[in-house]
């Protein structure tokens, strides 16, 4: 079984920051790549930013330059680093996962249980 657990949400307030963490736990044999997505109430879930194995990322629009992905291959863990945060950048935040189950050796997608980002003004 494998499991995609967050950390590290919560309430701060404009212009401050967080860091997400996500590790991904279990019988995994490798991992493509990890990301971040958000869902704001009443609109769709919206991709953060992504990073694959080899260290290339990308970034919605609106996130490049205050937020930044980074991976530890050796944890299985995928950090979100969010300065300047914005009201607007309320949500909670998904973890996302690309990876092979040992279980199928299948590339499979697997979804964390998501974590509040609450920014006040």
């Known amino acids: 079984q494998v499991q995609l657990v967050e950390s590290g949400g919560g309430l701060v307030q404009a212009g401050g920051s967080l860091r997400l963490s996500c590790a991904a736990s279990?019988?995994?044999?490798?991992?493509?790549?990890m990301g971040w997505y958000r869902r704001v109430p009443g609109k769709q879930r919206e991709l953060v930013a992504r990073?694959?194995?080899?260290?290339?990322?990308n970034y919605a629009d609106s996130m490049e330059g205050r937020f930044t992905i980074s991976r530890d291959n050796t944890k299985n863990t995928v950090y979100l680093q969010m300065n300047s945060l914005r009201p607007e950048d309320t949500a909670v935040y998904y973890c996302?996962?690309?990876?092979?189950?040992?279980?199928?050796?299948?590339?499979?997608?697997?979804w964390g249980q998501g974590t509040q980002v609450t920014v006040s003004s």
């Open positions: 990073i694959i194995r080899s260290g290339s990322t």
């Open positions: 996302n996962a690309h990876l092979w189950p040992r279980v199928s050796y299948l590339l499979s997608e697997y």
């Open positions: 279990g019988s995994i044999a490798s991992i493509n790549d």
